[in-house]
């Protein structure tokens, strides 16, 4: 078993930035892919952005340049630095473990922590 555990949401004005961990634990070797997703209310979780066990990153149009996915193996933690933030981001954020990639694109994996908010005010 797998558990994935998110830190570092909070409220931040527009402009501001955040960075985003997410600490696996459990039964790991190796951190294979690892992604972020986020679900706003009343809407669907979707893919902010995911990173390979090379190091290889994808991410939704909407963040290009202004958010940055990376990790740290021997911590096992995967963060999301986020910059520039506009009120559209205001979201839960997911982190998901175990993931593939196809054609350049994050496909979660089995394993979600428990999310964390973050709010972004104009």
């Known amino acids: 078993q797998v558990q994935l555990v998110e830190s570092g949401g909070g409220l931040v004005q527009a402009g501001g930035s955040l960075r985003l961990s997410c600490v696996a634990s459990?039964?790991?070797?190796?951190?294979?892919?690892m992604g972020w997703y986020r679900q706003a209310p009343g809407k669907q979780r979707s893919l902010v952005a995911g990173?390979?066990?090379?190091?290889?990153?994808n991410y939704v149009d909407s963040v290009k340049g202004r958010f940055t996915i990376s990790k740290d193996n021997a911590k096992n933690t995967v963060y999301l630095q986020m910059n520039s933030l506009k009120p559209e981001d205001t979201a839960v954020y997911y982190c998901n473990g175990e993931g593939t990639f196809y054609s350049g694109r994050y496909y979660p994996g089995g394993y979600w922590g428990q999310g964390t908010q973050v709010t972004v005010s104009s």
């Open positions: 459990g039964s790991i070797v190796s951190i294979n892919a």
């Open positions: 990173i390979t066990s090379g190091g290889s990153t």
